[in-house]
């Protein structure tokens, strides 16, 4: 069996670069960086416990984030999305530190993960023997949309989320 994530190529960097021009009413955002402690990592090797607790240290940002911002309804979904973001950033990613920002304009919520190496994130196939890298299956599922866009130095895995129609008065 085959499994895959429907992102072609051209339509990932397509998608990463239009979202930014029609998402310009930026309503809050929030950017983090942290230093990675360790290279890299096989999945074989792992990662190093302090690179182990970003994941939930970065959930932990967006759920409060979320929060204020009044949008509860997707604190699952985009747990979910950060979790594998930032794995792969850890696990695939290079570079010495990784990125992290939560952006609520108009149009949406927008969770990006920026990491060190080159490579865009584009259409992937999994084979039924692997029993790792189905977490962009994963993105795929949960967010409304994603893609890669490229940045001076690496990429942002993006992924974005519809939010209900905001009320006068909400923050």
Not at 68 to 77: A, K, P, S, T
Not at 133 to 158: I, N, Q, Y
């Amino acid at each position: 069996m085959t499994l895959t994530a429907h992102r072609m190529p051209s339509a990932a960097v397509t998608r990463g670069q239009g979202i930014e021009a029609d998402w310009t009413t930026v309503r809050a955002a929030h950017e983090l960086w942290f230093a990675r402690t360790s290279p890299p990592a096989t999945l074989a090797e792992g990662h190093d416990i302090e690179d182990r607790k970003w994941p939930e240290r970065m959930r932990h940002q967006s759920r409060g984030l979320l929060e204020h911002w009044e949008l509860e309804g997707l604190i699952d979904r985009v747990d979910t999305v950060l979790t594998e973001l930032v794995n792969n950033a850890l696990v695939h990613g290079g570079g010495a530190s990784v990125g992290f920002r939560m952006t609520l304009t108009e149009a949406g919520l927008l969770v990006e993960v920026a990491d060190s190496a080159p490579d865009l994130v584009s259409h992937v196939v999994y084979d039924e023997p692997e029993e790792h890298g189905r977490g962009l299956l994963l993105v795929d599922a949960f967010a409304d949309d994603w893609g890669t866009r490229p940045r001076d130095v690496g990429k942002w895995t993006w992924a974005a989320f519809a939010v209900p129609a905001r009320t006068e008065g909400a923050r």
